[in-house]
């Protein structure tokens, strides 16, 4: 009997001396550095997402919850602790270490086999020894719902749950948050903020065990039944430099993030499993080899299906598998016998467990970035502010009313949705003014079943039921409203209004609201135009109930930069004929948010004048018909431009033949081209030719014109507003008596 009782108490011995190295995956470092590297990759592939832009994760702000003392093997020496605070960082980090605390408590809890070759997907290596003390748990459970467990998936979602929906309405009590198990601690609460604050920093723990718990089944002996007891050269030669130089490597493309997160935990320890070996789990059909711990042989891999190597350090023969196009050294020959002087085993020396760590590392570090994001829900925060309509028009203020929401779309968190849990928040929230580009707080408010619950008044800073009624004066220089009712602020023209709540570790803003007099409305006038290639285009537009500082944005739809103004006019160059769609963008020039929008488009092309048109000339005036008369005889069409001259025939309907050297306005019809004609005769007296005629003869030309010249006169000078200076064919032919001044006013018309 005495025999029998020292026995046992030997092997307790040898279990409480054996057991710590159960836990040991990856060991607690190197789970700490690959939970931080999830979160240094979850922030730059998803930081910048939808999902996260208007409500990004806090990183200043800090959570108290329970925390392990530190390290130990048993419950007996276990230890919690409540640490006062803590970012989201530093418990998600911290949670790679105390998932694997007590050693022999929760490493018996972190294996899954994928196939099940004992029977069960749980530990069962060595069953007999460490059974006597820890029940072996499917880790897959353990990690996702197993009631023992105060840190599973699922309670992750609980304890965030219930951060956000502690309201504030008087309904809460101060309380203690419970402890789990003998790995959680009692959290006294004396406030709402409080409660909110614990129950993030369990949430953000739980993530980081769970996240510990994924990284497991990356490491071989974790998924292929192997207790490794004393030692196993790939867990403990990662360090965290390790993880740190490798989590940035690509991941095995063989390896599927796609489903639940479930099946990414089955996914990753089937890949590990099939690919991989630990030191006990050495298996080859054709050679013989069998496990060292006696258990059922994985049937993969075999080295069949490795490329076979020569080691070289020792010269011995090795084989290697490929991953990602990269031969990575798995096992080598090892014990020679010194009967035969052949190796009858094969090892995986410490020297392979650098490379092998960057192939599996990446692939849990990926892993976990997925958890970090189906952790996180989809959250909303809106604002609807609406003018009350029936409010009396003879006041010299209007009256708005704002309500919000919080809203979770849990149709896009399949985790949550899966799990029955979504999120209706409770709790405070600021709304906030911009004004004169400078952020200021107006009022608490508070949210209750995901809607604006209470206001905080404005005289008594009490909280009192909402809505929130917001007076804004009619004229910018009366003076502000005398506030008499309750849940009401005085807001200006040009204040910008918005929501913003700081909960679940989160910093939620809603969409602003900007007061106007009325909305902004900006048009392009005209909204069509032409003009010929390498003329510059003014572009002109029209605004109503204009910002106080206005920033228009032109987009010439040529596929060149964008241009800002302060003014809303702009000049443009087209190298290219073609059509063109135009825009242009009213923006608020404090708060940069866009206002209205207008469209136009520009036709750039050299106008196609050739063809017959007839011209018509009627003039008033006695020397009218010596005006016709005395023209000369051809006249060219030309448009300046890109291509060649474009000769035209006019035929006059009075039956002279006349035509004309024309510079046409292409922002005009190319078919019908009207003006108005005025010829006045000058008796400058530099300008009288030996006749006593007047030799200076101003012609003004309008609308589609810009100038008229005979093809036989040179030198003549032109301006933009149709203006021809020092006609000097006028001045030979043209006599309009001595000493007299006539003006001769006409129309003309040319058509196609």
Known sequence: MKKRIISIILTGIFILTIIPGYALAWGQPAHEAMNQEAINQFKFQYGSSPKYKDAPIDETATYKGPAVSGSSGTEYNHKEVINPGR????????GGFSADEPHGYSGVKHFYD?????????????????????????????AFSHQENPYNWHRALEYYKKSMEIPEDGSWNPTTIAKVSFRDIDIPCSTTAEARNAYTGKAFRSLGECMHMISDMTQPAHVRNDSHPVWESIEQSISAAHVTSYAASAADSRV?????????F????????ANFYSHDTIYDSTSGINPNNGEKPNPSPQF????????????????????NGKDVSLVRQTYMSYKTGLYTSYEVPVDYANDIGEVLIPIAVKANVKMINNFFP?????????????????????????????????????????????????????LLRIREGKEEKMANITFKGGYLDQVQDPFSEEMVPGPLLLFLSKDEDAPRVELET?????????????????????????????????????????????????????????????????????????????VETTKPVVEHVYEDEGDYDISVTLLDGKTDKELAEAEGTAEIKILNLAGTWNLIFNIEGSKAQELIGGMAEKMLVKIFGEGADQAVEYTSLKGESIYAQVILNPSDKADVFTGSLN????????????????????????DNILAIKTDSVEGLAYTLDGLMQNDNYLNGNFKFGNNTTEVIHGTWEAKR
């Not at 089955?266 to 499993?273: C, G, K, W």
């Open 679 to 702: 010829f006045t005769g000058s008796t400058n007296p530099t300008a009288i030719d030996t006749s006593g005629m007047p030799t200076y003869v101003e012609c003004t030309l309008t």
């Open 304 to 323: 069949s299906t490795l490329k076979a190597i020569v080691d070289k350090s020792t010269g011995r023969n090795a084989y290697a598998g490929s991953f």
């Open 266 to 273: 089955v996914n990753l320890a089937t890949f590990t499993n």
């Open 378 to 430: 989809t959250l909303k925060l809106s604002i609807l502010v609406e003018e009350d309509e029936d409010f009396d028009p003879n006041e010299t203020y209007r009256q708005f009313e704002l309500n919000s929401q919080l809203a979770h779309y849990v149709e896009d968190d399949p985790e949550w949705k899966e799990a029955g849990l979504q999120i209706y928040y409770s709790g405070p929230a600021e």
């Open 114 to 142: 994928p196939l099940a070759l004992s029977g069960s997907h749980k530990l069962t290596d060595q069953e007999t020894s460490h059974g006597i003390l820890y029940t072996a748990v499917d880790a897959i459970i353990w």
């Open 486 to 562: 309750k849940a009401t602020y005085n807001v200006e023209y040009e204040d910008t209004i918005f929501l913003r709540v700081k909960a679940g570790g989160r910093i939620l803003q809603s969409n602003q609201f900007t007061f106007q007099k009325d909305p902004a409305e900006i048009t392009l006038v005209p909204d069509e135009y032409k003009a010929l290639p390498d003329e510059k285009v003014k572009i002109t537009a029209e605004v109503k109930n204009s910002p106080k500082k206005p920033v228009f944005l032109w987009d010439f739809g040529d596929g060149t930069d964008e």
């Open 87 to 94: 970012t989201f960082s530093e418990w998600v980090s911290s």
């Open 256 to 264: 599927s993030y796609a489903g639940s997160l479930r099946d990414t």
